[in-house]
């Protein structure tokens, strides 16, 4: 890639996480320019868990978010705190329980400037959840993950009755639906929005500052998008893939020519040629993530070097034609799931289009400290 300088493919450590900034300003741009609004654009910042990038999103006009843990939280009321930005919501979207929730409670009674929200399932919950967050229906659509069914009213209208004047949202997060033909994935997409839409006609005489439904991750957002029926009910409808600014090679499959460009790169080196035809990196599953089945990675720039199950500090790969890269030399790879890639490394090197770099801290991984 042009914008990799020489000297840092030279001089960096690997394995290393490199992100690329015009690739990360020009996908945001691309799913803002999709939404046809910021406002409609609730990025999940558990992806990108860095400041600098999180001043991106803020710099294009998104004021919505979504995170998981309270360190993405507070990192991310540092950024706007510190932009001096009003307005902005953030919704939790993973159900905290216990001690982690009175920490998360106290993160958010940290930062006035922030409106946090979070998932709740039942009126237990709703009863549980501290007045510093905002109460959002967790409806599950068949993802099975987290929340109420929708074929349970009951259970649906008792929580909505419990939250009252305090429910001011709806998660509907349809993440199951990868269905590699686009027309029937929208189909699924839309008769999921269809149920929620009639169990709303039942649910919002009992919530009367209700405002929003949020759906979708990256595998849903399109179809997503060609849904009105929220909007048409009085209802803002926003979508939340977080993977789209950084991308993958799961958000290419599932989003095909959507013109996303990869973002974050992990840097390796080829370590040992250990027969014909074979050799391997220094990134393994320490360094890049493998749950998400294989080929875990791709090298840019190579189709004809096959990546193999990598173990914690190797990853094999057989070449299929051509060369076989000797010991030394430099590769990227574009992993298969970018989330957890970027979790699991402290630092990252920010590259822009001249080619002037600066190291900065992943700050948001991982998890808070007890105390």
Request: glycine fraction near 8%; charge should be negative.
């Amino acid at each position: 890639m042009k914008s990799i300088p020489t000297e840092l493919l030279t001089t960096l450590p690997s394995p290393a996480l490199v992100i690329l900034m015009d690739h990360v300003r020009g996908n945001i741009a691309r799913v803002i320019e999709a939404c046809g609004t910021p406002n409609r654009w609730r990025p999940h910042v558990k992806t990108t868990k860095m400041p600098e990038v999180w001043d991106e999103l803020l710099t294009a006009g998104v004021r919505r978010f979504k995170c998981a843990t309270p360190r993405e939280l507070e990192y991310l009321g540092r950024v706007v705190r510190k932009r001096k930005i009003e307005g902005v919501s953030v919704l939790v979207a993973f159900p905290h329980v216990g001690p982690t929730l009175r920490l998360l409670s106290g993160v958010a009674d940290s930062f006035p400037e922030l409106r946090v929200g979070m998932l709740v399932e039942d009126p237990e919950g709703v009863q549980e959840l501290p007045h510093s967050l905002d109460p959002w229906i967790d409806l599950n659509p068949g993802m099975d993950r987290t929340g109420i069914p929708l074929n349970d009213p009951d259970r649906i209208l008792a929580t909505a009755r419990a939250a009252g004047e305090r429910l001011v949202g709806i998660s509907v997060y349809d993440g199951h639906l990868h269905m590699s033909d686009q027309d029937q994935r929208q189909r699924e997409v839309h008769r999921c929005y269809e149920r929620t839409m009639e169990l709303l006609g039942d649910l919002r005489p009992y919530a009367p500052n209700l405002t929003e439904v949020v759906t979708s991750g990256t595998s849903t957002f399109q179809a997503a998008l060609s849904f009105e029926g929220f909007r048409q009910a009085g209802l803002q409808h926003t979508v939340s893939p977080g993977t789209v600014v950084f991308h993958d090679m799961r958000s290419e499959e599932e989003n095909p020519g959507f013109q996303l460009s990869p973002a974050a790169l992990v840097l390796a080196r080829v370590i040992s040629n250990p027969r014909k035809k074979h050799f391997t990196c220094d990134a393994g599953s320490k360094s890049i993530a493998a749950e998400a089945g294989d080929p875990c990675a791709i090298v840019v720039g190579h189709s004809d070097y096959q990546a193999q199950s990598p173990s914690e500090e190797h990853l094999p790969f057989v070449v299929t034609e051509g060369a076989t890269p000797t010991r030394g030399e430099p590769l990227l790879l574009i992993p298969r799931h970018v989330c957890p890639t970027v979790n699991l490394h402290e630092e990252a090197v920010l590259v822009e289009a001249d080619g002037s770099t600066r190291r900065v801290p992943v700050a948001a991984r991982a998890h808070a400290p007890w105390s």
